[in-house]
């Protein structure tokens, strides 16, 4: 395993670990750009600037696109998240070169008007589907209320309006504003030549615009006690969502984050799965550490039958209390650090995994670690880290927003 | 790369295949039993029974089972098939011995009546959940009047009905007749010791009882001509599933077959996709490769709005006539096999994944095949095979099943 750094000199950064014993190479193209980066009336244009990237280039039309990443037996795909929008193949390692050709051709799209047109329709009835399941309207919901004017609340989505309402040419703006060569991370994980990827990556994408790139507002997250209830009829379950400030994909604390999450609300056993999800108090309850740039957040969320909710909000309030003052078990605190670090060696052995967390360690921290690394840093939580977490970030003063049948809870 | 073989005095297999670079160690007990082999009422059983084996020992209670592969950070679970029923764990190489001490210990299990009467309820809830899914009773019941009389045909999960009449004296009947350690393999991939693996298994099953396994009805399946209209109300779409005797999982054409249904019917391109999916007549059109134990089949299956059910029916019919008589192109061949080839390498990089082919291939080859065996294999299909199996197999006098909103097909 070998790590390899260079920047081209429009500013894009080209990251690799090569390992010769792989069986395949992962790459990926990560743009440090998302929802929160979208202003004015662009909501939703992130997230639909990734679907017309695979709608074709001057070289090759949407059809030519899915055709060749197919010819290569490629595992191609993308997602946009908050904070970044990546775009990735895995193949054998014979094929690096086509698959870096077609990869680097689609992030210079075409960006047809007609294209765009047809595509419209395709995000909003997108949109439509998930704006049926309640679970995922509590969250997207809730996470708006909870982040407030932080822009971490702007929903990756957008809304059917502000879809409808976007311009090609808007997108064209966003897209020269935040696709800038400098804005831009091209990551190999696997076996490859590194000195072959950078010189293709450096013939392929060299000439791209590499123009300044606004920084972020980057603040913290705030708490915001309350609670609200958001009625709706045709729903059966009552779904709770519970948020509270954490600490940022930065922070030091991030491990302890982790490792505290897991033994609160890890599925395969945690307090809440023993206190509510196996005496069949709730369907589902766990929490997750949201890890943003400069901000973070806990989310707990536990659904349940609607006469249920109130008394189960108690139990979960009496779990955060007793953590936030007695602090976990030293049982507790090894079983979650050894299910953490054997999820992370699992996922590990696949390049795409390793290729995705070179590539984020780099956005968030702009540091390549190895997978001992993460390995000692998950090891190295202690009752101390949990509690300076737990002071810095208490498990109390939760923003709560339950959408369900209910209009009060008591 | 290294295989290892053994066998108990007992009659139970030790397999392994060690891979020092490899970062976990995937643990698996194959049984050879499922539902093929379920006599008389006994239909369910054989699932039945993979829930019951968690639900513990006289060493572990369920909690325990749970809690002690939790606190090794174990990926577990178990499956059952028609004809193989698999207990599994994926650790850390540290973690190896208490692995296998747990799955070893419930591989033995108590069979508790109380816990007996309690999961017969689960299983209920299960079959019931299931039930309502119309693609899959559309898929179940297709299964069923395909295999005719064949064991094959044999369901899973069985019915409401058949799993509460069962009793635990039926269970325990099926584990001491099934569960004989001559009918387990145990078998091992990844970072770890052969012989410590070996002198492991030994010491922990090496008392089970190894009594001799009645054989199986090895017969062909038989094509069933024909057309069956099953109308269901409530459902907005029509399931369409038709079958077709295939090879099986021992025969030198699998390989062909694997490579024919790609062509016909893989999600990222294949002629199903071009005719049916694209242009929007069909909601989802593909062909699996249905492998038994000396018996196999084709199933093509397609959903869509009813009133198109027909047409489209005429046009699977063209497009396997096609085939039939001009064979597939060069091109096509060429990139169903990379496509092939490269869905195998990436799921190999995974120590699971490797345990799962090792232990499937000596169920039905019994015999050990290396990664570059398969790719060889693959790559050898050429137009000759591709006639081969169309002649053997012909894609003609399908029994087709359409579950939906119809009542007749015109």
Known sequence: MQFHHATLPNGLT??????????????????????????????????????????????????????????IGADNNAFTSEEMTVYYASVLPEYMQPSLDILADILRPSLRDSDFQTEKKVIKDEIARYEVRPEWAAYDQSRKLFFGDHPLGHSILGTRES????????????????????????????????????????????????????????EETKPRPGLQIIPREKTT????????PGPSA??????????????????????????????????????SYVDGDAAGAFLLSYSCQPETAAANLKIVERVAAEIQRDGVTDDELRVARTRLAAREVRGSERTHRRMLGVGRDWIYLNEYRTLDDELAAVDAVNHAAIRELLDRYPLRDWMTVALGPLEKFD
Request: hydrophobic share 40%; charged share 25%; proline share 2%.
């Open 14 to 71: 080209v990251l690799g670990e090569t390992n010769a014993s792989a069986l395949s190479v992962a790459m990926g193209f990560f743009v440090r750009t998302g929802s929160r980066d979208e202003i004015g009336d662009e909501s939703g244009v992130s997230h639909f600037l990734e679907h017309m990237v695979f709608k074709g280039t001057e070289r090759r039309d949407a059809l030519q696109v899915n055709r060749d990443f197919d010819r």
């Open 163 to 218: 879809v409808d309402a976007l311009t090609s040419r808007q997108m064209m703006d966003y897209f020269l504003r935040r696709y800038s060569a400098a804005n831009v991370i091209a990551v190999a994980a696997g076996n490859y030549n590194w000195d072959e990827f950078l010189a293709s990556v450096g013939a392929k994408c060299g000439s791209w615009n590499g123009g300044p790139v606004a920084a972020r507002r980057r």
């Open 237 to 244: 379950q009552e779904y709770v969502m519970m948020w509270a």
């Open 250 to 287: 930065e922070s030091p604390l991030r491990y302890a984050a982790h490792v505290l999450t897991s033994i609160i609300g890890d599925y395969t056993g945690s307090r809440l799965y023993w206190e509510l999800v196996d005496p069949g108090f709730a369907d589902s309850a766990d929490i």
